[in-house]
């Protein structure tokens, strides 16, 4: 796939579970834009089964992605690559915008979100000393 050349054009995504005290187990979303190597704010939700819960979880996560961008500056389609369970996709796919394409690949997606987890975690681990 050739490289972005300008924002919206490439966005990859993932979503992380994880256990906390407060809130039991919780899923957050990411997401990162290729061409502006911007991390859009990442949306936590308390994992559910109730179909309701994960659509608007979901619907939260694109809409934090779109806010702020303008069809004038930017790109008039984006391709989403992501890791996000087969199950999700049918539902991704109605929320994103005609045109937009999602892409399954999670070999890429990994390799992306590797050093800016990396970095996270080293960050966490170094903010108390």
């Known amino acids: 796939m050739p490289k972005a050349r300008q924002p919206y054009e490439t966005i990859y995504f993932t979503n992380l579970v994880s256990q906390t005290a407060k809130d039991g187990t919780v899923v957050t979303y990411l997401a990162w834009d290729e061409f502006a190597d911007r991390i859009y704010p990442p949306v936590v939700v308390n994992q ?3 179909l309701n819960d994960i659509v608007g979880g979901l619907v939260k996560f694109f809409n934090g992605i779109n806010d702020g961008y303008n069809p004038n500056l930017y790109a008039k389609n984006t391709t989403y690559i992501t890791d996000i369970e087969p199950e999700l996709q049918p539902i991704i796919r109605g929320l994103i915008m005609p045109g937009d394409n999602l892409v399954i690949d ?3 997606t990994a390799e ?4 800016i987890l990396r ?5 966490l681990n170094n903010k108390d000393k």
Do not use: Q, T
């Open 48 to 50: 559910s089964e109730d």
């Open 106 to 108: 999670h070999k890429r």
């Open 112 to 115: 992306v979100f590797e050093p």
């Open 119 to 123: 970095n996270f975690s080293d960050f």
